[in-house]
Every structure is written in structure tokens, then in C-alpha cells.
């Protein structure tokens, strides 16, 4: 299927030359209608699971036109709605900007900002709790990290979101990307997400010795983690014991210099980390460090 925003036709006027100046670009009519209006779609591969691709752009915090904004988004909203309500397989949502606080902005500025409007990020929650059975994880970029944020967002349902590092050595940082890794349940054959492997290189060494540069894989989440799967209620569970078990927190902040060499790690503490990984709004990330401690930092609230 595929969804239109039906106002917004400025996404057409960014993707039109591209598709008609490169000939190796070849897009279905029903994608190129999509994205012409909209930039987000579904599509489900061999009747076992569909990806539903989202144009995060449009819940961005940082759009200027909240007018313009407000009907993209519930346009949007609604069709993914629609979307999931109507797929008979389980999905994998797909976007840019994730519905998480933005590390950057907690790390560099000490900033505590979601990366969308609260509405959208409360709407789409909504959404979530109402079809968590269909849904086997979501992936974003744009944080330029290799992490997560997992939360119970009502009781009995965890809601997951993977971010993913950054292929480009924008911000000082290592090319690195993540490959998901799908499995079969044997006794009820839906599928779902086995492991995360980041794959990364470091480009300043080879650049040195006057090298290609290799990617190579340095761990899975499922080591780092210690999940033989990683659904939402065993990261769940893994981010209530990060506290308790500092050889876990150790080993992901490891894996995380090795890639970015010490460059865009952000170096917090455990306890604003957990708060972090576990909330996925401002008021609760708050209620959370305030719990622990400010860790010495004048965390501002910027909603």
C-alpha cells in the first residue's frame, strides 16, 4: 500500500530530479506516487513481514511551519494507522529521526529535547500500544550511535526503537552501519529480530597508512546485551539491570569507543545513561535524573 500526505508536495520537487536525471533509478508507480507526496510507504515481502517505511521528517521538532506540519503529521499518522491495522504479517518500521530525546543534544549541551513534537511522539505511542504484536522493532538514524531506547509505555507493553551509527565521518566521527539479523519462530513462524551487528572502520588509521579502508564487525547487540533475541521485553529488562550490572553498561560504552575512537562518545554516567536508554519524553527523562542525581550537569529542559 502507500499513503499521501496529500498537502505536501515539496517532498516531489526534492526527489523529481533526481529520479528523472539518474537512469539507474527505477521506481515503481505506486512508490513514485508516494513519495512524490509524502515519502513514506509499506511494502511486505513473501507474505511474512512488511516494512513500513516512515518520512520522520514531518514530526521533526525543528520544523519551522507548525501549520503545514500539523496536517502532514496527522495525515501521516493516519495511514500508518490504517497501515497496521490492515497488514496480516508482522512489521518493521523504518525512519530517520527517531521519537527518542536527542543524545546530541544531552551529551553536547547538556539540552534535554525531544527530536519530535510531544504531540506526535504521545499519538504515535498510541498507535504503537494498540498494534505491539505486529510490530517485531523499529530502526532510526540520525543520532549517529549505536544504541536504543526501550520503555513501557502501559503496562504490559514495551515499546523498542534501535538507532543506528552513521555511515559518513560527519561530526568527527568513524563510518560505521548496522545489518539486522531476522529469525523464524519454529512454533508459530512469525519472524522476528535475532540480532544487530555493527560493522565499522576506522577511517583516520588507513587514511594514515595511505590504505583502503576495511569495515569490520566488532560485536552484536545480542553479545553486548547478553539476548539471545532481541525483542522489547528483554531489552527491557537488560536496561533495569544496567545499574545493578556495570560489566553490561562497561561493555556497550566499550563497543562504542572502539568504533568512534573516543571522538562522539557520549561519556555520561551510568544513571543518566539508563535514564536515557528507558524514556522516551522529556518530563520523564527528568524525573529520572533527578531520581539519581544531575550527575553535576545543569540539564535543561527545552520542550
Same mark, same amino acid.
Given at each position: 500500500?502507500?499513503?499521501?500526505?496529500?498537502?505536501?508536495?515539496? %517532498?516531489? $520537487?526534492?526527489?523529481?530530479?533526481?529520479?528523472? &536525471?539518474?537512469? &539507474?533509478?527505477?521506481?515503481?508507480?505506486?512508490? &513514485? +506516487?508516494?513519495?512524490?507526496?509524502?515519502? !513514506?510507504?509499506?511494502?511486505?515481502?513473501?507474505?511474512?513481514?512488511?516494512?513500513?517505511?516512515?518520512?520522520?521528517?514531518?514530526?521533526?521538532?525543528?520544523?519551522?511551519? /507548525?501549520?503545514?506540519?500539523?496536517?502532514?503529521?496527522?495525515? =501521516?499518522?493516519?495511514?500508518?494507522?490504517?497501515?497496521?491495522?490492515?497488514?496480516?504479517?508482522?512489521?518493521?518500521?523504518?525512519? =530517520?529521526?527517531?521519537?527518542?530525546? /536527542?543524545?546530541?543534544?544531552?551529551?553536547?549541551?547538556?539540552?534535554?529535547?525531544?527530536?519530535? &513534537?510531544?504531540? !506526535?511522539?504521545?499519538?504515535?505511542?498510541?498507535?504503537?500500544?494498540?498494534?505491539?504484536?505486529?510490530?517485531?522493532?523499529?530502526?532510526?538514524?540520525?543520532? =549517529?550511535?549505536?544504541?536504543?531506547?526501550?520503555? #513501557?509505555?502501559?503496562?504490559?507493553?514495551?515499546?523498542?526503537?534501535?538507532?543506528?551509527?552513521?555511515?559518513?565521518?560527519?561530526?568527527?566521527?568513524?563510518?560505521? %552501519?548496522?545489518?539486522?539479523?531476522? =529469525?523464524? /519462530? +519454529?512454533?508459530?513462524?512469525?519472524?522476528?529480530?535475532?540480532?544487530?551487528?555493527?560493522?565499522?572502520?576506522?577511517?583516520?588509521?588507513?587514511?594514515?597508512?595511505?590504505? #583502503?579502508?576495511?569495515?569490520?564487525?566488532?560485536?552484536?547487540?545480542?553479545?553486548?546485551?547478553?539476548?539471545?533475541?532481541?525483542?522489547?521485553?528483554?531489552?527491557?529488562?537488560?536496561?533495569?539491570?544496567?545499574?545493578?550490572?556495570?560489566?553490561?553498561?562497561?561493555?556497550?560504552?566499550?563497543? $562504542?569507543?572502539?568504533? !568512534?575512537?573516543?571522538?562522539?562518545?557520549?561519556?555520561?554516567?551510568?544513571?543518566?545513561?539508563?535514564? @536515557?536508554?528507558?524514556?522516551?519524553?522529556?518530563?520523564?527523562?527528568?524525573?529520572?535524573?533527578?531520581?539519581?542525581?544531575?550527575?553535576?550537569?545543569? @540539564?535543561?529542559?527545552?520542550?
Amino acid at each position: 500500500s502507500t499513503g499521501s500526505s496529500g498537502i505536501n508536495a515539496e %517532498y516531489g $520537487k526534492i526527489l523529481e530530479p533526481s529520479i528523472k &536525471r539518474d537512469p &539507474r533509478v527505477t521506481v515503481p508507480g505506486n512508490f &513514485r +506516487e508516494m513519495f512524490m507526496y509524502g515519502g !513514506y510507504y509499506s511494502a511486505t515481502f513473501d507474505d511474512k513481514f512488511t516494512v513500513i517505511g516512515l518520512n520522520t521528517n514531518i514530526f521533526s521538532a525543528n520544523v519551522k511551519d /507548525s501549520v503545514t506540519q500539523a496536517g502532514d503529521a496527522q495525515s =501521516h499518522l493516519d495511514w500508518l494507522n490504517e497501515t497496521l491495522s490492515s497488514v496480516d504479517t508482522r512489521a518493521l518500521i523504518l525512519g =530517520h529521526i527517531p521519537p527518542v530525546l /536527542s543524545l546530541y543534544a544531552l551529551h553536547h549541551k547538556q539540552v534535554a529535547k525531544t527530536s519530535w &513534537r510531544l504531540q !506526535y511522539i504521545e499519538q504515535f505511542q498510541r498507535i504503537y500500544s494498540e498494534h505491539h504484536e505486529k510490530i517485531m522493532g523499529m530502526m532510526f538514524g540520525h543520532e =549517529h550511535q549505536d544504541t536504543h531506547v526501550v520503555e #513501557e509505555i502501559r503496562p504490559g507493553v514495551r515499546m523498542a526503537a534501535f538507532m543506528f551509527p552513521a555511515i559518513s565521518p560527519v561530526y568527527d566521527g568513524q563510518p560505521s %552501519y548496522g545489518v539486522m539479523s531476522l =529469525h523464524e /519462530s +519454529e512454533s508459530s513462524g512469525e519472524l522476528g529480530i535475532r540480532d544487530i551487528f555493527t560493522f565499522h572502520t576506522w577511517l583516520d588509521y588507513y587514511n594514515a597508512i595511505k590504505k #583502503e579502508p576495511q569495515f569490520l564487525t566488532y560485536k552484536s547487540f545480542g553479545q553486548i546485551l547478553r539476548l539471545k533475541d532481541l525483542t522489547s521485553d528483554g531489552l527491557y529488562s537488560s536496561a533495569m539491570n544496567m545499574l545493578e550490572e556495570s560489566d553490561g553498561f562497561q561493555t556497550f560504552n566499550g563497543l $562504542k569507543e572502539k568504533i !568512534y575512537q573516543e571522538r562522539t562518545v557520549p561519556m555520561m554516567s551510568p544513571h543518566v545513561f539508563y535514564c @536515557y536508554t528507558t524514556h522516551f519524553k522529556i518530563a520523564d527523562f527528568i524525573n529520572c535524573i533527578e531520581r539519581y542525581g544531575f550527575d553535576g550537569k545543569p @540539564y535543561i529542559v527545552n520542550p
